[in-house]
């Protein structure tokens, strides 16, 4: 069972930190179940058991949110793929898998719209872009969620497009924004302006999610604390993204430069990952500055997750098997292991 259960999410929020689990394109592409490029969420409907067993794992690393599995199930990326004709059954699925899990472990359960891809600041895009909401909206009000995610925006408008859909469905919203190498939305806002028009339109928690690192995610998080009042949201990816390469596609191996297009990003990019540690020191940064609803995109792993909540006071389920190195053969506390070993320890 998840740790913080009692309520809805802005109750849990009040109390204190809401860990939500992402990355599931990544995690199950890794898996060998899902395709880079298209990155669709066939498995949906191919594999259905192993997207809920990945729900569990990181309900049982620590996350307090299952969250459906829907990103990028909206109509222009089946288009993309000419399977717009599973749109309604996939994300229906979607919503029935995380329901289940979130039911059996006391987690909450969220629905999950994002960039839609097709928006580009005019009337038609508008009207298309809130057609798509509205429909998986839909969708996640009849299974029943307890909010919804719209996540990974880099236009701030169709960001607040977003917000409308889900808030005239009478539901929480958590929004958070995409922000790439420039410190803007793809309008030209800052994160903190944006985040504030969202706060003023009435989003329940804004933030940033997915394309930035800890250490390119954190100072566009300080700025935004010190403008919006409400709850706020972090969840960067976890790779170690810096100054001159602040998002994971702008990440470049010198180290193996035989890449499609020069770039790591996305199926190469494991040298670049950040280790549990970096992860722990992040959500304590980000609970310092007063974030509670934290998590992890693209990437993240369990034992992220786990070293996340661990870091925030928490000891979930997998806690139980968390690193204990006393307990190592060679480079444990045994005395009288390290009395024979001591020379080998150090070989090694
Ligand atoms: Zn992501």
Redesign the pocket.
């Known amino acids: 069972m998840a740790e913080n259960t009692a309520g809805g999410l802005l109750e849990r929020l009040e109390r204190g930190p809401v860990i939500c689990a ?2 599931y ?2 995690e199950l592409e890794r898996r060998g179940y899902l395709q880079a490029g298209a990155f669709v969420p066939e498995i949906v409907l191919e594999h259905p058991h192993l997207v809920a067993q990945l729900h569990r794992e990181f309900v049982h690393a620590g996350s307090d949110v299952v969250e459906a599995f829907t990103y990028y199930a909206h109509r222009e990326k089946l288009r993309l793929i000419g399977k717009e004709q599973l749109l309604e059954s996939m994300n229906r699925g979607a919503l029935e898998i995380a329901k289940e899990v979130a039911s059996e472990t006391g987690t909450l359960f969220a629905g999950d719209i994002c960039n839609t891809n097709v928006f580009v600041a005019d009337d038609d895009s508008r009207t298309t872009v809130r057609g798509m909401f509205d429909e998986q909206v839909g969708w996640a009000v009849d299974a029943g969620v307890d909010f919804v995610i719209g996540e ?1 925006f880099s236009w701030g408008e169709e960001a607040l497009i977003a917000l409308e859909a889900i808030k005239e469905a009478g539901l929480p919203a958590v929004i958070t924004l995409a922000i790439h190498q420039e410190p803007q939305t793809r309008e030209g806002w800052t994160p903190e302006d944006a985040c504030k028009r969202l706060e003023d339109a009435g989003a329940d928690v804004v933030g940033l ?3 930035r690192g800890p250490e390119t995610m954190l100072p566009l998080l300080e700025k935004i604390r010190e403008t919006v009042e409400g709850h706020m949201a972090a ?1 960067p ?1 976890p790779y170690r993204t810096h100054e001159a390469e602040p998002s994971f596609q702008s990440l470049r191996d010198p180290g193996y430069a035989d890449l499609p297009d020069g770039r790591p990003f996305p199926t190469a990019l494991d040298p670049f990952t950040c280790n549990r540690y970096e992860l722990g020191d992040f959500g304590r940064a980000a609970h310092e500055l007063g974030i509670n609803y934290l998590g992890i ?3 993240a792993g369990p034992h992220h997750i786990r070293s996340l909540a661990e870091s925030l006071g928490r000891t979930p389920p997998a806690s139980r098997y968390s690193a204990d190195m006393s307990k190592h053969a060679f480079l444990g506390t045994d005395e009288r292991v390290k009395r024979e070993y001591k020379e080998y320890a150090e070989k090694l």
Do not use: H, R, S, W
Request: proline share 0%; aromatic share 8%; glycine share 16%.
């Open positions: 992402e990355g394109l990544f990974t999610n997915c394309i969840l990816v995109c693209c990437g």
